[in-house]
């Protein structure tokens, strides 16, 4: 697949809504243009990857109290792609069926207790939210493999090289600029439905240029779909605004 920057869509709304720059900032821009590209289950554009530490100086996660940071262009995790490779372990992790880790309680998680299988079970669980991986271990080195976003030499993110792509996420963009006008009363209910039409319909043509694009593609970005695992609270981190990640 070919790709193009985001700032192609930047310059395409720019051009064709000539509005201040305060209804849509660059980190609004990147955002809705990754709300756009979730909401279209755009699974064929993404890259696999994988954070691999079973050599020294390659990247992995570091886990300390309890929890590590994603990488920022991280969509979606294959089920066992988390695997824990430290103090002996070199095993898939499972992601928790609830929360029930996340107190941090040592005594409730079973770390101090002598059964070492006790100890085990509960370090080969993870939590995802947000760009934060919670484990059940508190110290540690975990390799990923992971659906990223595709992105340029500057770590920017990038997007499929689709007049279809393009114009439904200037659509999408439009639409929600119109609609903090239109709760600002500056503009009518006839133009608030146009453009909201306008989306829908560009959202409906991108999809399907994405849907029936490269046969090889899509079966192999389709082909472990059915396990992934998103992460909670996040569309698409690498077109949110990046600032200092805090615990």
Not at 230 to 240: E, G, M
Request: with cysteine.
């Amino acid at each position: 697949m070919n790709y193009t920057s985001y700032k192609t869509v930047a310059d395409a709304y720019k051009r064709d809504y000539p509005f201040d720059d305060n209804w849509a900032t660059d980190p609004d821009i990147r955002e809705w243009i990754g709300e756009c590209l979730f909401e279209m289950n755009a699974v064929s554009w993404l890259k696999p990857k994988v954070l691999d530490c079973s050599e020294e100086g390659n990247p992995c996660i570091e886990i300390k109290g309890y929890k590590g940071i994603l990488p920022s262009d991280l969509v979606a995790v294959a089920q066992g792609g988390v695997k824990r490779v430290d103090h002996g372990f070199n095993s898939i992790c499972m992601p928790a069926s609830g929360s029930w880790f996340m107190s941090h309680d040592k005594n409730n998680l079973g770390l101090n207790s002598h059964s070492h299988n006790r100890e085990k079970i509960v370090s080969l669980q993870y939590e995802i939210y947000g760009n934060i991986i919670t484990t059940s271990f508190d110290e540690g080195k975990i390799q990923l493999s992971y659906l990223a976003i595709p992105t340029d030499d500057d770590g920017e993110p990038m997007i499929p090289n689709s007049e279809e792509v393009i114009s439904a996420c200037k659509s999408y963009i439009a639409e929600k600029v119109m609609t903090k006008l239109y709760l600002n009363g500056q503009i009518d209910d006839k133009r608030m439905k146009f453009i909201q039409q306008q989306c829908y319909y560009n959202k409906a043509k991108g999809v399907m240029k994405l849907m029936f694009g490269n046969a090889d593609e899509i079966l192999e970005a389709f082909k472990d779909f059915s396990s992934l695992i998103r992460p909670k609270y996040s569309n698409y981190y690498a077109f949110t605004h990046r600032g200092q990640y805090r615990f």
